[in-house]
Structures are given as C-alpha cells and as structure tokens.
C-alpha cells in the first residue's frame, strides 16, 4: 500500500530518461562535458540497459552511415533521401544535424567492439546505400558499456519507471516515477530534462493475438513514454500522423531489409505478379514522391496493400529465388555450393542477430529459405520518429542549420525551457535508426550541458505537487486492494478495471475507427469521430485502472502512456484533410495528395491544467534550397 512506499528524492543536473540508443548516445556526451563545466548526470531506465529499448535482442545492420570520410555521400544525399521517403515532410535542419555527426559514431561502435562487416579490401560491407552489415546479436550490451564506464554505474537507476514531469511554471524541473522491484517513490530534481523514453507499441490491436500476444516488431515495452511525459509538460509534437507501418516476415516480424537490399529479394503476390512492376503506374498518383529513387515506403507497402485488397494474397518475400541466383552466379559448382551455405548462414544470423522469434518460426515451420518463400505482411502501426515514421516532440535545430523560426536556444530543446528530445522521442527527423538516435543522443547531451551552465538555478520543486503527483501514480495499487475481495473473480470487478483490459479495449477502438489492421489501414471524419468519443470514456475510466502489484503498476502507467499516444494521434490524422501516406494511412474523404494546403507540418500541443488539445500547421522551411 502506499503508506509503505520510500520516498526516495535524486538531485542532479541533467536528468537523462531512457537507457536506449540515444540515452546512451546522450550518457556518453554528457559525461565528457559534465567533467569539464563540474554539472552531475544520471540515467533512469525502465529496465536495465544492457537490454533494454529497441536494440535487446540485437539488430544485424546499422542503417545510417553516410561514408563523408571516403566521399561515398553528401549530406544533402541523405537530407533529400530522407525527405523524399516521407512525401515531402522532413525537418532538413534535424536530419542534417544528424547525418554530419553519425558517421563519428559509427566508428565508436566499432571501437567499442561490434564486430561490423568488412570484405576482402578492409571496406565496410553495405546493406544498402547508407545501411552497414553487423554481427549485432550484442549490439546493445556493447553500447551500454561504454555509457556505464562513461557516467558510473552510481549515476544510473534501473528498474525505475517515469510517469510524469516535475514543472516549474514553464521550465521542467525534474520527473517522478516508481521503482518496479521495491517499494519506492522516485523524485529526481534536475535542471535539464533529456527524455529518450523510446516510441510506442501495442497502441493498435497487433496482428498477433491469443497465443502470439505481445510479439511485435518494435518492443512492446516502449509504451508512448516519451509521448505522454512530454504532452504533460506541454511540449509542442510533430508528425504525431506519421506512424509507421512496416513490411515484415509475417507472424514473427522479422525485418526484410537485408532481402530486399543485401539479398536483392522480389516481392510476389501469390499468382507470381511482383506489385512493384505490376502497379508502378499508380505511384504517378502521389505527386512527385512517386518518381523517387528509391520508392518511398509507404508507397511501397501501398502498392504491396492493392494486391491484398484484390484477394490477391499471400505476398511472399521469394527468398529460395534471390538465393538461388547469387549461388548460381558463381561458375565452378564446389564454389557455387559454398556460396550457398553462406548465405544460408546469413540468411539465418540476419534473425538470430535481431529477431530471434523469426528463426524459430523458421525451424518450426520447416522453411529453408533457400528452398521456400516467406510470407510478409503490413503490420500494425507503430509510432517511431527514428525509422520510417516521424512523431515526435517539435525540437530546435542547430544554429548554423536551422531557420530563425525553428531555432530556440538549444539543439534539440523542445519548446518547454529545459527539457530535451533526442531519438524516436523527437519528431520530423526520420531514418536516423540505433546510429541516429545515439548520435541525436549525443547533440542533445551536449546542449543540455550548456543549458544547465547558462541556468544554473535549481528550478523551484513544489513538495505539494511532487505529493499529489504520488497519490495519482500509486492509486491503481489502493483501488485492487480495496476492492478486489469483492468480487470472486479478480479480473471482474466494478470497482476497478485491469490493465490488460484497459490495453485491449484501447487497441480495439484503435484498430476499427483509426484505421488498423482490420479496417485495413483506412479511416475517415465519421470513424475518427466515433473512435474520439470512445477514447473519451476510455479516458474516464483510466481513473479507476487497479494494480496487484508493482509490475501491475507499471502495466497501468503503460497504458495512460499508449492512451494519449492514441488520443494525439487520432486528433492529428482528423486534422490533416487528405491522404500523404497512403501505405500508413489512408483517408477514405480524403483519399489524394493535397500538395496546396497540406505539405506543412501539423504539430500538436495539450494543456494538462485545462485538458484542452490545439492544432496546428507549420511551413516547411530549410536552409537547403
Ligand atoms: O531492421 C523508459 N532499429 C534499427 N536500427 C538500425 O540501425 N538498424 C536496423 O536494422 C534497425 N531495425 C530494427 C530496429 C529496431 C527493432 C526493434 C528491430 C529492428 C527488430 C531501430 C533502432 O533500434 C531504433 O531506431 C533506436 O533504438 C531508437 O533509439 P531510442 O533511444 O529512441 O529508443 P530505445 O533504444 O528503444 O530506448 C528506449 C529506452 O527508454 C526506456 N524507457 N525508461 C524509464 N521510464 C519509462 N517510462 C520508460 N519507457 C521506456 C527503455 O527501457 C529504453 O531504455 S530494422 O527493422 O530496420
Ligand atoms: P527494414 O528492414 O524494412 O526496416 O529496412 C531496413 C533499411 O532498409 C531501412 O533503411 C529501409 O528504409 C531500407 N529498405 C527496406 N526495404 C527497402 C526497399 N525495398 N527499397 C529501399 N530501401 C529499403
């Protein structure tokens, strides 16, 4: 019960949350300018980092490398690319800010020990363009390595979930969370806040459900963190429309990256007819984004969905093809066979590396790649501003790159005094993926260091507040306890309502009215409507969400978290009168590009006092053209 619950309060400088790519990126940075100007630095993290966010289980590519030192590209080749991907909506001062610095750590990566592809001259082995093989089953570990030593492991907090912001008028002041494994109240009291709480998962109803609940492609333990906790200190979001639909092996989501670009893979429906050269007169429908090299991604998965749509399906990946014909290029049969058991062995490690679920689906479905195709599929829609999405919080961009009306102060300040974003947590700076963010990490550690050396008064902490803010966050534990003996089925209880229930229920309106899975990806105003007026008593009833115990606790957060996620989300789209993205979304009102009056930003903003949300466009400006 909460009477039972240590108060535990940390005073820091910079309070970094998160311990993913980017808050490693961020430790890492901050460490080295916490020495010089004497300012203290801590990490919370959810969970611990060596596995922790979206990097766990490992990946087998980095997928941003520019190659600046041997003139491979510019970075205006990757500000445009970049733009090009998202129709058109991209922050070039963010991207930029990004691209020039990732190559730096890419290198670090590889001093720290993560064995990166090389051939026979000693040169990186490239995925794609811009994308770099690795054995990355301990990508991670390696990672947060190097941020343990760089800060200490005194300065880290594990096992500590963020609920909300500490606020001081308008500049934040620190945050408030719980321990998931003892029973204590965390305060931290900092003079900048960096959030890098990752992006968010299990907002729609995943295709996965019964006996694969909870496999997802992006983890399911990033739960609209960073989202929430920014709404809530009145942080202005971006591109919060821009969720991301990825093309993945189907039930186990495995990526299809390394197919398509390493393997150089063909997509077919199940009658043999590749979509991409069947349908390729559609994309002249989407403005000038259909004629980019390469095809944006939701066009791609656009025209893979028309396919689906006719009852053309299964799509399968024709990976015992692209096997086959790299094997076969080889003349001498003794090499030929050799060739084919590395690339079975690659084909195998690609999973093992990243998402070890695929390779065991593998092996129980009897697929040998080299033999048989694989079903893909679009998954359901994740919110990621560090891949092929872009939502996020509306951040400033570096002096020298940005245009006076998107610069405030700070790189990657967002517009709330004192408080950063950096990775999938900062928006409209897409494809910066692990290298990315641990580089966006770093820009923002940095100028978080010389906000706290330019305001070095500790902001004000009302103790009332930090006191309110507790009894919110331990209430579900106070509701189960008092209530549960009521009913002889703790799951059904009128008193309360459990998390799992409070997820699915969400999911459900997600998925039906705001274009999901099973609506297949397609909403309108009316449906919007309807799913608003479904959050809204969702939104009533997230004050009677009950915990059992502390990891139930943390499942309650999880879901107030997703649900404001959700409630952004819809209210961006619903603002938006047309349809960008077709392959993410579409608007069946809407169902065309409107270059006139929709290529702009729409940012979003909520005010927590008054719980009212506000809308806006922004102009796209770049220093680039
Ligand atoms: O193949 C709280 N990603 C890929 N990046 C690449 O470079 N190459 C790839 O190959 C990529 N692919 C891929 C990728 C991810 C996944 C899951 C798969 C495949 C299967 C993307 C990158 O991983 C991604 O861009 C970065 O990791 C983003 O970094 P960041 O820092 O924004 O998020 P994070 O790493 O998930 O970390 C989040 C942290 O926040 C913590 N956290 N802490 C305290 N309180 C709370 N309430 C919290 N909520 C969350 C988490 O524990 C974590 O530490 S491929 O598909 O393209
Ligand atoms: P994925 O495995 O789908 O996450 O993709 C990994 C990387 O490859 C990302 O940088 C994608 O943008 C890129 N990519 C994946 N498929 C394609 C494709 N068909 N054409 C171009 N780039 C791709």
């Not at 990004?98 to 730096?104: E, F, G, N």
């Amino acid at each position: 019960m909460p009477a039972e619950f240590e108060n535990v309060v940390v005073e820091t400088d910079v309070l970094i949350l998160g311990g993913g790519m980017s808050a490693c990126g961020a430790a890492i940075e901050a460490a080295y300018w916490a020495k010089k100007n004497n300012v203290k630095v801590a990490v919370v993290d959810k969970a611990a980092m060596d596995r922790s966010g979206a990097v766990a289980m490992g990946l087998s590519a980095i997928n941003q490398y520019i190659g600046l030192k041997d003139g491979q590209n510019s970075i205006e080749d990757y500000v445009n690319y970049v733009k090009q991907d998202l129709m058109g909506i991209a922050r070039d001062d963010l991207v930029a800010s990004i691209a020039r610095h990732v190559d730096s750590s890419v290198h670090l990566f590889e001093k720290w020990g993560l064995p990166i592809w090389k051939d026979a001259d000693g040169k990186y082995v490239h995925e794609g363009r811009w994308q770099l093989m690795i054995n990355g089953e301990s990508y991670k570990v390696i990672v947060a390595e190097a941020a343990k030593n760089a800060l200490g492991t005194d300065n880290i907090y594990e096992r500590v979930f963020i609920v909300d912001p500490i606020m001081d008028g308008d500049r934040v002041a620190g945050a408030v969370g719980f321990s998931t494994r003892e029973n204590k109240f965390y305060t931290f009291k900092a003079k900048a806040v960096i959030c890098g709480m990752g992006g968010a998962v299990h907002i729609f109803k995943p295709r996965s459900t019964g006996e694969g609940l909870g496999r997802a492609w992006y983890p399911p333990w990033n739960s609209g963190s960073s989202t929430y906790f920014t709404l809530m200190a009145g942080a202005e979001q971006t591109c919060q429309e821009v969720r991301f639909i990825p093309v993945r092996f189907k039930d186990a989501y495995g990526p299809v990256g390394a197919w398509f670009l390493l393997f150089k893979s063909r997509a077919c429906n199940a009658f043999g007819g590749e979509y991409m050269v069947e349908r390729k007169d559609e994309l002249a429908n989407w403005g000038p984004y259909g004629s980019a090299k390469p095809i944006p991604a939701n066009l791609r998965n656009y025209l893979g969905m028309l396919d689906v749509m006719e009852g053309k399906g299964p799509i399968y990946m024709r990976t015992e093809e692209a096997i086959q014909k790299i094997a076969n290029a080889e003349t001498d049969d003794k090499k030929r066979k050799k060739k084919l058991k590395e690339l079975e062995a690659e084909a195998w490690e690609d999973f093992l590396d990243m998402t070890i679920s695929q390779a065991l689906l593998w092996a129980s479905t009897n697929v040998a790649p080299e033999e048989k195709p694989s079903e893909i599929a679009a998954a359901e829609p994740y919110f990621i501003g560090s891949h092929s999405g872009a939502s996020g919080c509306w951040v400033s961009g570096p002096k020298d790159l940005a245009p006076d009306e998107y610069f405030f102060g700070y790189t990657n300040m967002t517009t709330v005094k004192g408080l950063f974003a950096m990775g999938d947590a900062s928006g409209a700076s897409s494809h910066k993926f692990s290298s990315g963010s641990l580089t966006e990490g770093r820009i923002a550690a940095k100028a978080a260091v010389a906000f706290v050396v330019d305001n070095p008064e500790q902001p004000n902490v009302d103790d009332a507040k930090v006191a309110e803010l507790r009894e919110k966050i331990l209430k579900p534990l106070v509701l189960f306890e008092e209530n549960s003996g009521k009913t002889t089925d703790p799951d059904t209880n009128p008193n309360y309502i459990r998390p799992k229930m409070f997820m699915f229920r969400l999911q459900k309106i997600m998925d039906e009215y705001c274009g999901g899975v099973t609506s297949q990806f397609i909403t309108s105003k009316p449906m919007l409507e309807k799913g608003q007026e479904l959050l809204d008593f969702l939104q009533e009833d997230s004050d009677k969400l009950g915990a059992e115990n502390l990891h139930e606790l943390m499942r309650c957060w999880e879901n107030v978290q997703r649900l404001f996620q959700a409630e952004v989300h819809l209210r961006t789209v619903m603002f938006r009168e047309e349809t960008r993205w077709p392959g993410y979304y579409m608007r069946s009102d809407f169902m065309a590009i409107d270059e006139d009056n929709w290529k702009c930003f729409v940012n979003a903003k909520y005010d927590a006092a008054s719980k009212e949300w506000e809308m806006k466009k922004v102009p796209i400006l770049s220093k680039f053209e």
